[in-house]
């Protein structure tokens, strides 16, 4: 397909381990964000790709989250140490440059037991 | 303070209808861009329409318009003869020139469209 995706689509981990999820952007867009959402609220930064560049990882809420991207290609959201303050859904998006409008993956939602 | 605020958590409106969501914005850039998305309950984020701070002009896309008054520091979306497809969250978002180049997103409106 043509669009951002993600996986997995859902995961369910227990409180202390560690989650990969998985972004796979539109090919060529070499910006790439990752947002949270937690239930009923909206979209919170957490950090932005953006070509070479070195990441924006202001929105980053503790050093047990941690994120990587090769080139521009696929990028990795790593959350060590799960807390059930974790649970939510994880998007992903895409864009052309940092002027373009950015596309959204159907998200990863996490549980956290 | 909030950089983006939307006031009203839940809305309805009749099917054919027009509405209109609310959106302020907060910001000391000159450059900015605001944007909305409908994100129904199946959970994807579906861009529906964008306005520069430079635009002369209110965006239009379709059945949405985009009311931007600058000094207001207001972009409310209108959806013009409301479907029941449109039911769904609609979120406000703003991206600044300088610094974060990602979207700083407000809490929602939860639009309900009844037959």
């Known amino acids: 397909g043509a669009g951002v995706s993600q996986s997995p689509s859902n995961k369910v981990t227990e409180k202390g381990k560690d989650v990969e999820l998985r972004c796979d952007p539109i090919s060529g867009h070499t910006a790439l964000y990752w947002y949270r959402q937690r239930l009923g609220q909206g979209l919170e930064f957490l950090i932005y790709?953006?070509?070479?560049?070195?990441?924006?990882k202001s929105g980053l809420p503790s050093d047990r989250f941690s994120a990587e991207r090769t080139g521009e290609s696929v990028s990795t959201l790593t959350i060590q140490r799960t807390q059930q303050e974790d649970s939510a859904v994880y998007l992903c998006?895409?864009?052309?440059?940092?002027?373009?409008?950015?596309?959204f993956g159907p998200g990863t939602r996490l549980t956290v037991l | 303070a909030q950089k983006i605020t939307q006031t009203q958590p839940g809305m309805f409106v009749q099917e054919k209808e027009a509405v209109t969501l609310d959106c302020t914005y907060d910001?000391?850039?000159?450059?900015?861009?605001l944007f909305w998305y409908k994100q129904p309950s199946s959970g994807e984020m579906i861009f529906l329409i964008y306005?520069?701070?430079?635009?002369?002009q209110n965006a239009t896309e379709g059945r949405y318009s985009l009311n931007f008054q600058k000094a207001r520091k207001s972009a409310n979306l209108v959806i013009s003869a409301s479907q029941l497809g449109d039911s769904a969250m609609y979120f406000c978002?703003?991206?600044?020139?300088?610094?974060?180049?990602?979207?700083?997103f407000g809490s929602g409106t939860r639009l309900q469209v009844q037959p």
């Open positions: 306005q520069g701070s430079y635009d002369q």
């Open positions: 998006a895409s864009s052309l440059g940092t002027i373009g409008e950015q596309f």
């Open positions: 910001t000391s850039d000159p450059s900015y861009g």
């Open positions: 790709f953006q070509g070479n560049s070195a990441p924006d």
């Open positions: 978002a703003m991206r600044e020139s300088a610094g974060r180049r990602a979207l700083t």
